[in-house]
């Protein structure tokens, strides 16, 4: 299955400059990203991708997608988060 997971909002500055409407996709193993991928940013999503890319169900959390962030690095490479929304697209 291949999982989209794209920028629904940006909160202050990030340090991937990352805006809404960005999106890269996890198809299999394989990450496919539009810009350079932020390590905070991985962290934060990879393992519900990685699960839905996998069999898991988003409705197992109620809903069609899922909403994470990504935490504030801290400056001087951002001061915000990203926003993210996560759902299989295929």
Same mark, same amino acid.
């Given at each position: 299955m291949k999982v989209e997971i794209k920028v629904v /909002?940006? #909160?202050g #500055?990030?340090?991937?400059?990352?805006? *809404?409407? =960005?999106?890269m996709h996890l198809n299999g193993f394989l990450l #496919? *990203? #539009?810009k350079p991928v932020c390590i905070h940013a991985l962290m934060a999503v990879g393992h519900v991708a990685y699960a839905l890319?996998?069999?898991m169900d988003a409705s197992?959390?109620? /809903?069609d997608g899922i909403i994470l962030s990504c *935490? =504030? *690095?801290g400056k001087p490479y951002g001061d915000g988060k990203v926003i993210f929304r996560i759902e299989v697209v295929q």
């Open positions: /909002k940006v #909160e #500055e990030c340090a991937a400059n990352y805006r *809404p409407g =960005d999106a #496919e *990203p #539009e890319t996998h069999g197992s959390f109620g /809903k *935490p =504030d *690095p």
